[in-house]
């Protein structure tokens, strides 16, 4: 189970700070990723980081301007949003990983489990 949280509207240049709870499986054996999905166009990678936590990925699009953390104490997985754009204008979505203690991935058919989503919304 996956509930993401912290999504709203923000001028661009803004900040926002999403978080994802999870329950009901051992959390810190998973990889964990976050994706997007825009209106009218196909989920996508953003970022993903080892459940270990010592290792991170960015889609290009985002380096540089997110965060991906993990609190596997919390059972809690971040994506700190930066320096955002109208264009990160979309859905944001919590992944896990298929596999126990499976390495990083972009692959939106290595993460079978999401949670509902949460709207980020970046005016100009």
């Known amino acids: 189970h996956l509930v993401e949280s912290g999504g709203g509207l923000v001028q661009a240049g803004g900040s926002l700070r999403l978080s994802c709870s999870a329950s009901?499986?051992?959390?810190?054996?998973?990889?964990m990723a976050w994706f997007r999905q825009a209106p009218g166009k196909e989920r996508e990678f953003v970022a993903s980081?080892?459940?270990?936590?010592?290792?991170?990925d960015y889609a290009d699009s985002v380096k540089g301007r997110f965060t991906i953390s993990r609190e596997n104490s919390r059972k809690t997985v971040f994506l700190q949003l930066d320096s955002l754009k109208p264009a990160d204008t979309a859905d944001y979505y919590c992944?896990?990983?298929?596999?126990?203690?499976?390495?990083?991935?972009?692959?939106?058919?290595?993460?079978?489990?999401w949670g509902p989503g949460t709207q980020v919304t970046v005016s100009s």
């Open positions: 992944e896990r990983n298929g596999m126990e203690r499976g390495g990083l991935t972009v692959m939106t058919y290595d993460y079978p489990y």
């Open positions: 009901g499986f051992d959390f810190s054996a998973y990889t």
């Open positions: 980081i080892l459940w270990s936590g010592g290792t991170t």
